[in-house]
């Protein structure tokens, strides 16, 4: 009631598409179990993956170094143009081309507001009434959320966990239709910690090829390999399949707050061109924000110079406490791990609902984890697995052993 005492009726409400798809969103999803925790001194964040506030996961000073004279150097105070400065368009290309076997130019770049935006350009391109794209599942929701904003139906293919989270690409067969107009891979991979055999994605290449749609790979984990396998890149079989590269500088050089991504477009055919798929990106980015220029024009020096010892050093580090976190998750008997986690900061663990007494589910066992221990952790089912938990390892070492000792503390407290 307003001053007065009549109401009055005004017409304007919020967009209720908004609302429904950020709820299906890590962060939203994270932001409900948070509101859990007794103590917010003393929380252990294994829920999210932003390993920046850690000593041992602090940026190269190059990179830090590189920004800063490009901020006072007086030359990146103006806008960029929409699709990205061209040094940077330049140095992204040849970045990405020292692991092809054929050589990007600086026009199929398009640089980003961190891969989120990488992944917004492409759903809304691909977002044409009655197509349809498959997504992986589990997988990363931030694709299914803007699906849904955008009115771009998606469809479900599993990971195999006893395959090392392969795609089951007999599934992929028999989920498109003539309206399939692409295929998403996450690799290294969230929320499994996969990392793709070169076999495994030629076989995904001549899939999707077949079905005559686009792979859209998502490699902003692209390096964080610490296992057996190397990381490889899917635009190796650009000539077999046009394949869209969506990564940034946020996971490998640890800065997620920098928001600069990419979207790269491996076209050997014209493929991607005649289909006017590039002149949607570029539409998209012409009636969007572009990253802050000063930003933009540090990335030659990052991508040029970072020395070799910061890489290895951080795939050192993730590799340990990959190790740590798998041998703990052992000792716990109403949790099983069904692969090893070879690369990006994650790893996907089952819970078996029969050893736990008074739990629900995942959702269930993460809101009294929260409460009880001060941990936090996603359940599967934000990523779409009911009754599993999605665990991040990249953390400092003694932090991430308590931590896991507080989840083995909870189970044991919790078990029949
Ligand atoms: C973190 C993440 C992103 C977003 O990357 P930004 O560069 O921070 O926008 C995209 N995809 C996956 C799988 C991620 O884990």
């Known amino acids: ?11 304007f409400q919020g967009n209720k598409n908004l ?48 920004v800063v004279k490009t901020l006072r150097s007086s030359k990146f105070n103006c806008y960029g143009p929409t699709v990205g400065i061209l040094s940077a368009r330049k140095a992204v290309s040849e970045y990405l081309s020292r692991d092809l076997p054929h050589k990007l130019s600086p026009e199929d770049v398009f640089l980003t ?41 998606y469809r479900h293919f599993d990971l195999v966990p006893e395959n090392g989270w392969e795609v089951d690409l007999d599934a992929v067969k028999a989920l498109a239709d003539d309206n399939t107009v692409a295929l998403v891979i ?54 077999i399949v046009p394949v869209l590269t969506l990564g940034s500088i946020s996971k490998r050089w640890v800065v997620p707050g920098w928001r600069l991504g990419w979207l790269a477009a491996n076209d050997h055919h014209g493929i991607l061109e005649k289909s006017g798929l590039v002149e949607s990106f570029k539409g998209f980015l012409n009636i969007s924000s572009d990253p802050a220029t000063f930003v933009q024009g540090a990335v030659p020096e990052i991508l040029e110079n970072t020395r070799d010892e910061f890489f290895s050093n951080t795939v050192k580090v993730l590799g340990k406490v990959a190790d740590i976190c798998y041998e703990k998750l052992k000792e716990i008997p109403s949790i099983t791990c069904p692969h090893k986690p070879e690369g990006s900061m994650f790893v996907m663990v089952k819970l078996n609902m029969s050893l736990l007494k008074d739990i629900q589910d995942d959702t ?16 599967g089912m934000a990523v779409g697995l009911n009754n599993w938990v999605r665990i991040t390892f990249a953390l400092e070492a003694p932090l991430l052993e308590q931590g896991l000792e507080r989840i083995k503390a909870f189970c044991k407290r919790h078990g029949v």
């Open 1 to 11: 009631m307003e001053k007065g005492g009549e109401m009055k009726k005004w017409k």
């Open 19 to 66: 609302t429904i798809a950020s709820n299906i969103t890590v962060r939203g999803v994270l932001n409900m179990v948070m509101d859990n925790v007794n103590s917010h001194d003393d929380v252990i964040a294994l829920g999210h993956g932003d390993p920046s506030h850690y000593p041992c996961f602090r940026t190269s000073p190059l990179a830090e170094d590189a």
């Open 113 to 153: 507001l961190g891969c989120t935006q990488a992944i917004e350009v492409v759903i809304d391109a691909l977002a044409c009434p009655g197509a349809n794209i498959l997504l992986p599942r589990p997988g990363f929701p931030y694709y299914e959320a803007r699906c849904a904003y955008s009115g771009l139906e």
């Open 186 to 239: 996450v690799n290294p991979g969230n929320p499994c910690g996969s990392v793709y055999s070169y076999e495994h994605l030629e076989k995904v290449a001549k899939t999707a090829r077949k079905l005559g749609i686009v792979v859209i790979t998502d490699e902003v984990y692209g390096h964080l390999a610490f296992g057996s396998k190397a990381f490889v890149p899917m635009a190796v079989f650009a000539n």
């Open 364 to 379: 269930d066992f993460c809101m009294k984890l929260a409460k009880e221990e001060n941990l936090v952790v996603l359940p």
